[in-house]
C-alpha cells in the first residue's frame, strides 16, 4: 500500500477535505482538481467513484482526458443528475415513457368523465389528438421539474390533479431526497451550470466534491446586488450570467468550503473583462459575419476555416454549434464532406429501415404525394426489387400523365372536399391502360408488367395503411404493428427497427390509444441514438447543437445561425396554465449562460454567423440579442449574395480562400459585355458569309426580351426569377396558356389539360379561382366562333403548319439565313393571335405575322383579346422581314433596347418616358441589368433602328 501511495504522491496527487467546491474559469483547470480528488492518498484504486455529468459530450470527454492523463478509468461511472440521485437509493430509475403514458391515460380519461375540469385541455386538443401525448410530454418533464424543486402550489386545478395522481404511481422525488442514502463511493458533481437548491443541499449533505465553471473572480450574488443598485461593472455577464449567479448564491449561503483557481494568462480581451469585471475592450478573436442564406453561413465558416487547417490546427480542435444543429446538417455535409461529425447524428438519419417506416407514417400526412410515393417505390429495402430503369419508367409515367396527389376521387374528397380523379393515382393509371389498349406513345407493351406491379402496389399499400389508421392498440401492440407493416413491404436491413422497438413490446400499459395519439411517442423511440462514437470520428469537425455543456474547450469554436428568435430560445407552450417554479429559470436564461460558456472555452478563435437578410424579400434581419454588447468591440463583417462576388478577392477585401470562388469570379468578369455602358450606341456590323439557321422562338426573344436574347449569345448563364406564387392566384403565363389552349379546344378541356400539369389547382381553391378564370378566357373561344375561323379548323391546319419546309431569306454580303419552327394559330381565313391589338401586342407577334404572309398563310391578323383584326397593308412582307432578321444578328452582337413597351417613346423621341417605361418593365434580365450595370442615356441613338422596323406599322395600324 506504501508503494501505491508513492505512486499517487509522484502524479501530483494532494490530500484535500471530504467536501468541497471548485471554480475555475476553465474547464481544464476544473479537470485537474477532480483528477486529484478522484485518486486522493490512501484511497483503494478499486474504490466506488460515482462522477455526475451534465451531458454524454461531457462523459466523453472526461473518459479520454481520464485515459490520456492517468491511464486508468477503473471504478469510475459517470451519471446523470436524476440517474445518480436514483442510484444512490438503490431504486429502478423512472421510466419516461411510463409517465408519459400514464398521463396520457388520465388526460384521456378525464376528457370523458370530468369535462368541467378539464375544458382547458379540451381547447387545447381541438380536433388534434396527437395533441394529448404532445402535453404528456410536456407533462412529464415538468413534474421531474416539480419534484427536483420541491412542492409548490398549482393554480390549475386540472393540472393539480394529474400531479397528485402521477405522486400516487411514482414515488416523489422530492420526498426522496430527504431520506439517507444506501449506495456508498465519493460523489463528484462537475460541469452543471445549475443545479436545483434541494439536489445542491442534498450533495452538500453527502460530501460531494462539486466543480463549477465560473467566468468572474467574484461571487455572483454581489455582482446582481451591485446591479440592482444601479451600479452595472459588467453589462455583458450581467445579461449572461443570471443562471450562474442563482448557483454562486447558493455557493456564498452555504458552509462548503470553496476553492478558486482561475487562468489569468493567455485570456483574450473578452474573458480577461469578464474574470476582472471590466469594461468591454477591442477583441480581435471574435468575428460575427452576415450571411444572405444557411448555405452561405456554411460556406463563409468553410472559407474561413481553411487558413486554421491549413496551419497546425487539427479537425478535432473545432467545434461547429448551433441552436438546431438538424437545421445545417445538410449544408455542412454539402460544403465539408467527411471532414464532419454530426454530433446529433442518429441513426435515423443513417439507418434505411427507420426511414422506410417513417415514409409509410407520412403517406397520408403528404397526401400520398407523387414524390412520397417515388420514394417509398425507389426505396433500396422495399420488395418490388425495382431496378433504376424501371423507377425511372414510373417517374415518366408520374410526369407525363400529370400525377400529384391523391389516390382517386374519393380520397381527393376526403381530403378537400371535393371529388375530381384529375392528377390522381388512378387517373394516370386510367390514362396509361387506354394508351395499352388503343396504342400510345407514353408506354409500351413491355411495360405493361410494370405497370401492374404498380397498380397493385398501390391497392394493397393504402388498404394497409387504411387498417393501421383505423385501429386502437395499446403501445406494446403498436410496436408489434410497426414490425408487421414493415416486414410486409420492405426485405430486412441491419435490425436497427426491431433493436428500438422490442423494448416497447414488454410495456405493462394496456391503455388502447389511436395511431394519430401514439405517433409522437413512436416517433420520438424511433429517433434516439447512442453515444458511442467510433474513434475516426473523434478526428472530426464536431457539430453539435447548443444544450447544456455541449460546448466544450476547443481552439475554434464556431455558432451558426445566431439571429433573433432562433437564439436564444423561448418557451412556446401554448396551453396556458403548464405552472412552473419560481426557482427554475425560463430557457431564456439558460441559453444565454450556454453562449456565456463558448465565451469561456474558445481557445484561439470564436466565430459566429448569422442570417442578416430574409430570402424571401430581402429585408435585413437583425442578429441575436446576446451579440448585441458585443457587436461594437469585435470585427463585424455583412456579405454579398454570392461567394464569387469581387469584393471578397480585392487587395483589401472580404475574407475568402475559395479557389472555385476564384475562378468563377475570373469567368465572371471574363464574361461581362465588352462595352463599358450598357445600351451603347449602335456600331456597323458585318453579316457572316455563311448559311445560317434561325429558329422562330429566337426570333420572338429578339422582339420581346432583346436583352435577354443578348446576353445567352454570349454565353450568360440563364437566370430565371423565383417568385412566391399566391395560392389564390393564377400567374399571366398559365392564364396565355390557357388563352392558347383555348383556341383548339373546349375551356373546360383545357383547364383540365392544365389542372393535371399542375399549372391549376384543384379542389377548393380552384372553385374560388374558377370565376377569376372564366372572366378573362371565356371570350377567347366565344369570339373565335363569332369570326367563324373554327377551333378545329385551327388545329389540324396548324398541325400542317409544322410540317412545312424552313423558309429561306436571302441577305446581303450572300448571307442565307433558313426560318425553322412552328407558327401557332394559323387557320384558313386568319392568323389567330393571343394578344390586344395595341403597338405592344403587334410589336411582340410581328415576326408571325411577316412569316405567315410570306407563307402565304393569310392577309390577315386577328388579335383575339379583344376582337380585332388587322389587314396587310404592304404586298411584299420580304423587306419587313429582310429587315427584322439584320436587327435580330444586331442584337447578338451588341445589346439593345428595344423593348416592345418603350418603342412608342423611342420613335416620338420621349427619353425620359422611355427610360422610365424601360425600369418599369418586368423582364428578370433587365432588371438584373438594371441594378448590376451602367445603363447609359443613349436610347435616342436607337431611334433610327426603331423606325426601321416598326414606324410603318404602327402608322397604319395606329
Known sequence: MKEENNNFL????????????????????????????????????????????????????LRLRLAEHLGIATAIQPFFLTQAVYHLFKQRPIQRIEQILFLAEKISKGLLEDQVLFEPVKQYIGERPQRVMILAKKLAYLFQRYGQYGDFQIQHPWQQFLWEQHQRCFPPFNELLKRPALAKGKIHVFGLNHLPPLLFHFFERQQASFYFLSPCKEFWSDLYQEACCGD????????????????AKMVEESSIQTYEDYQEEALHPTQYSLLHLLPLQQDSSIEIHAASTKMREVQILSSLLQPYLASSVEPKDILIMAPDIKEYAPYLRAVFGSWVFLKEETNRDKDEEIQAIELLFSMEDHRWSATNVLKVLRHPLFKSHWNAKQCETIHKWVVETGIRWGLDGTHRKRVLGVETDHGTWKDGCCQLLEELGCGGTRIDFPDAELLGELMDILDVLPKALDCFYSSQYCLSQWARACLDLYEKFFDSGSGVLAQRLT?????????SYPFQVIRPLLEEVLSQSGTDNRMQDLQRICCDSLLPMRCLPAKIICLLGMNEGAFPRYDTDSLDGLQKSSELPPQVDFDRYLFLEALLNYRDKLLITYQGRDPLDGSELPPSPVLQLLLPHVSHCIHPLHGYDERYFLEQGLPSSSQDNYELCLAKQEEKPSCSVLFHIPKPFELPQQEIVVHVSDLLQCVRTPLRHFYEQISFAKRKKRTQEDPLSVSPLVLAKLRRLCLKM??????????????????????????RISSQILEVPTQTYELQLGVKKTYEIEQDVFHMPAFTVCLKNKTIVHVVGRLEGVSSQSVILPDKADPVGAIKWWPVCLLSHSLGLGTSWTFSRDQKQKQAFFQDAMPALTTLLH?????????????PQIILPIIKGDQDRAFQTLEETLDPALQWALQTQQIGRNLPTWQHTACELYQEMIHAWF
Open 232 to 247: 452595472r461593472p459588467q453589462p455583458l455577464l450581467l445579461s449572461l450570467g443570471r443562471v450562474g449567479g442563482q448557483l
Open 503 to 511: 423494448p416497447l413490446l414488454t410495456q405493462s400499459n394496456k391503455h
Open 10 to 61: 509522484d502524479l501530483g496527487i494532494k490530500k484535500l477535505n471530504p467536501s468541497t467546491l471548485f471554480f475555475s474559469n476553465q474547464l481544464e483547470k476544473l479537470f485537474e482538481h477532480l483528477q486529484e480528488q478522484l485518486f486522493l492518498e490512501g484511497a483503494s484504486i478499486f474504490a466506488s467513484r460515482l462522477i455526475i455529468v451534465p451531458s454524454p459530450a461531457v462523459e466523453q470527454w
Open 746 to 771: 373546349p375551356q373546360q378541356q383545357a383547364i383540365e389539360v392544365l389542372q393535371r400539369q399542375g399549372e391549376i389547382p384543384t379542389g377548393n381553391l380552384f372553385e374560388a379561382l374558377k370565376e
Open 887 to 899: 436587327y435580330y444578328f444586331q442584337s447578338q452582337s451588341q445589346a439593345s433596347p428595344l423593348y
